[in-house]
């Protein structure tokens, strides 16, 4: 950390080491829901007054089950969805003003490896052309230079030879093939922050394992700041440094990862590390202890903490009647909880 | 028969050198390659290994849902106590599908056919394979299915688009569930699921199996959460059966060289070890390679190895390497040998 810091101080000036790459502030991303094509019938509230600050040269990690809001608040971050209310702040600038060339300008600074490897990549295109074609856009114009950038980023991504790669399909490509090319692709811009929208779900065990440390590799080498999100608690703690804990639209709690494992505080993000199994025979003997029901629908969330439907530990008149707000348990340790009202 | 016929009746399940090869016009998939193994009732062997080692041709092998361009089909297959793989398609159909194995194919959530109710659905194997069984009846059976899997009762009058996947998912087991199989075979149950609805899933299949005593095949890639129904575990590696251990055993400690570093890549959430990930990648199981299919990424291999190994037999777990020639008991070649093998 310390050698990152001082590697950091050579190339970035004193005050914007201070300042997070991204802030994200009370960020809202609702869906308008309509009927007839043009009655307004209420929001879905897929992202609702999401606030975090990504710094520099790290990585965190937005934990959830799927439908919590994941996916919408990397879109947001990407400029893809415009938020309903919010801001999101690179290098101290909201990306939304500036209109369309501060937009792509953005854009070229934030890589994306996305969801699924096995659609993320064009099925009639080669490998060197599915990797030209952003070096292309990013007006790079000769041939040669964009040959050489494309070969070191397989080499980066170890798809060696280069050669015997260029010119093949992805459909010849293994599975943990074709996610090093989506990896490749979105690091060959030399982005400065690295968006990967569960990276490994989709693979197996031994190639999950490659994949993870190839990220890892990838991020300390290039000092980059990672934004890795996931349902998998079981493999963020091999690859970054903080956990968002996110549940039916809003952040829970939030923490270094280690604090996270050994002193969770949310009710939710217990059950989480309860549902996870570490492969032990034991497991098969007994029930186990989860929470009943399923996530609330996020047209109309249950008022209070989204929670209280399903929290053993709700404490009546107060939890399904109050937002709880974030509270600071720890150094760097906030929950949205109203178990800890008083310890804060 | 050569085998103690009460050793079989006692078991849910007994697998004799079962073989499935599809036909491709440049050559051969060996998905299943001569595996063996025995399953007792009450219990749940969960298969695992990578992507396209041939798991789901072995669920299919064994529930007989077979595609069209099958090469080769053989071996034999107990079920309950019968051997299945001599009768013809249309005694199987009537005495052994859903009456005695029913299976949940991957992906079977968003297979539901969308435009009928789910009573209909879950009824449909229960009406045909019950004779005499009336409406009111299968009524009856759907609602205390739903209820044991944990499906609101309301919900049989709906259809499965207004279903989350897992509720979906209960459903498809529900319907495997009704007929009351001894055997049922699941293909990647919860791989598309988030974590707590996987947990509440694998609750339900515990309670099924102790409850009703039914046995599983557990069909997954997902090392860490299939040890919640295991008691015993068989590893696949490109067609090959490479271990079958019980649960307590194989988590403890894998024998195969493939299996151990299969286990040093599965997350875990505490310990400090770092992850390994296994160089290479598996064959192809068009022609694959003569000898052991994993020799190639094996740190272990020796001049031997260009040979196949044979099956050892170590106390109660198969394994087929050649590193425990010395130490095995023997090889599992016959019938008789594997009947011994109780898991
Ligand atoms: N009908 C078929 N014709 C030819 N080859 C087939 C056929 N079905 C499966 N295969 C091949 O057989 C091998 C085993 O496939 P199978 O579907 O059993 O793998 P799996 O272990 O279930 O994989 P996954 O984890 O991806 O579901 C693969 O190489 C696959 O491509
Ligand atoms: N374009 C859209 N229009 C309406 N609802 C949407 C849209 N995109 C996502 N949603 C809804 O927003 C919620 C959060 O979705 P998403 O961000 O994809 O979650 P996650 O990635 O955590 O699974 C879900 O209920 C989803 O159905
Ligand atoms: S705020 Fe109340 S309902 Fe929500 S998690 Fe905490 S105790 Fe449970
Ligand atoms: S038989 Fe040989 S190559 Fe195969 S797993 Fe055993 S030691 Fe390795
Ligand atoms: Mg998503
Ligand atoms: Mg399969």
């Known amino acids: ?344 | 028969m050569m085998i103690p016929s009460d050793d079989i009746q006692n078991k849910a399940l007994v697998v004799e050198d079962l073989v499935l090869y599809f036909q491709l016009t440049h050559g051969i998939v060996q998905a299943v390659d001569h595996v063996s193994f025995a399953l007792d009732k009450k219990r749940a062997v969960v298969v695992i290994g990578e992507s396209g080692c041939g798991k789901t041709s072995m669920g299919r092998a064994l529930t007989r849902l077979l595609p069209r361009n099958v090469n080769r089909y053989t071996g034999k297959v107990f079920i309950d106590g019968v051997e299945t793989m001599s009768m013809d398609d249309e005694t199987y159909r009537q005495q052994v599908r859903w009456v005695k194995i029913s299976q949940v194919p991957q992906a079977a959530m968003n297979a539901l056919n969308p435009v009928l109710k789910l009573k209909d659905q879950v009824m449909e194997p229960l009406l045909l394979h019950e004779k005499g069984v009336s409406q009111e009846e299968a009524l009856e059976r759907v609602h205390a299915v739903f209820d044991f899997v944990g499906v609101p009762d309301g919900f049989i009058e709906r259809y499965p688009f207004e279903l989350s996947g897992g509720m979906r998912q209960r459903v498809v087991i529900a319907m495997a569930l009704i007929t009351n199989p001894a055997v049922i075979v699941l293909d990647e149950p919860t791989s598309a699921l988030d974590v707590l609805t996987q947990a509440n899933i694998y609750n339900v299949l515990k309670r099924i199996k102790w409850e009703k005593g039914t046995s599983f095949v557990l069909i997954t890639h997902d090392v860490a959460t299939s040890s919640e129904l295991a008691d015993d575990v068989l590893v696949m590696y490109a067609g090959h059966m490479m271990e079958h251990s019980s649960a307590e055993a194989f988590f403890a400690e894998p024998l195969h060289p493939y299996a151990r570093m299969l286990m040093a890549a599965v997350p875990k959430l505490y310990g400090e070890e770092e992850l390994q990930f296994i160089p290479g990648k598996p064959p192809s199981l068009l022609n694959p390679p003569t000898g052991c299919r994993f020799a190639d990424r094996c740190p272990f291999a020796m001049a031997k190895c260009q040979q196949e190994p044979p099956t050892f037999q170590l106390g109660d777990r198969l394994v087929k390497c050649w590193l425990y020639e010395k130490e095995a008991d023997g090889i599992v070649t016959s019938p008789e040998a594997l009947a011994g093998v109780s898991a």
């Open chain 1, 1 to 344: 950390m310390s050698e990152q810091q001082v590697q950091e101080a050579v190339y970035t000036p004193a005050e914007a080491q201070e300042q997070p790459l991204l802030s994200v502030r009370h960020l809202k991303i609702w869906y308008e829901l309509k009927r007839f094509g043009f009655l307004h019938a209420g929001y879905v509230k897929a992202v609702d007054d999401v606030t975090f600050d990504l710094p520099r040269g790290e990585a965190i990690a937005v934990v959830g089950e799927s439908g919590c809001g994941k996916s919408s608040l990397m879109k947001a971050i990407l400029g893809l969805v415009h938020p309903h209310d919010g801001q999101i702040l690179f290098e101290g600038k909201d990306i939304w003003e500036g209109g369309n060339t501060a937009m792509r300008e953005y854009r070229m600074k934030v890589g994306y490896v996305q969801q699924d490897p096995y659609g993320a990549l064009p099925p009639f295109m080669t490998i060197r052309r599915i990797l030209e074609e952003p070096l292309i856009l990013a007006g790079m114009k000769n041939k040669e230079e964009r040959l050489q950038r494309i070969i070191r980023s397989l080499e980066e991504v170890k798809v060696t030879p280069p050669d015997d790669f260029l010119n093949k399909y992805p459909h010849m490509l293994s599975g943990g093939q074709q996610q090093r090319i989506v990896i490749a692709r979105a690091l060959i811009r030399d982005p400065k922050m690295l968006i990967a929208d569960e990276p490994v779900s989709m693979l197996d065990a031994s190639v999950r394992v490659e994949i993870l440390k190839l990220l890892d590799e990838v991020q300390k080498e290039r000092h980059l700041s990672v934004i890795y999100i996931t349902h998998d608690l079981s493999t963020v703690r091999y690859f970054s440094e903080r956990i968002f804990v996110m549940y039916a639209g809003k952040l829970i709690e939030k923490a270094s990862t280690r604090e996270i494992l050994d002193n969770p505080k949310h009710p939710y993000t217990w059950a989480l590390l309860n549902a996870i199994s570490d492969p032990l025979a034991e497991n098969a003997k007994k029930l186990r202890d989860i929470p009943p029901g399923e996530p609330p629908s996020l047209i109309t969330p249950p008022p209070g903490c989204r929670f209280h439907p399903r929290c053993q530990k709700a404490i009546q008149g107060l939890c399904e009647v109050e937002v709880p707000p974030h509270f600071s348990v720890a150094a760097d340790h906030e929950v949205a909880c109203w178990l800890y009202r008083e310890e804060a």
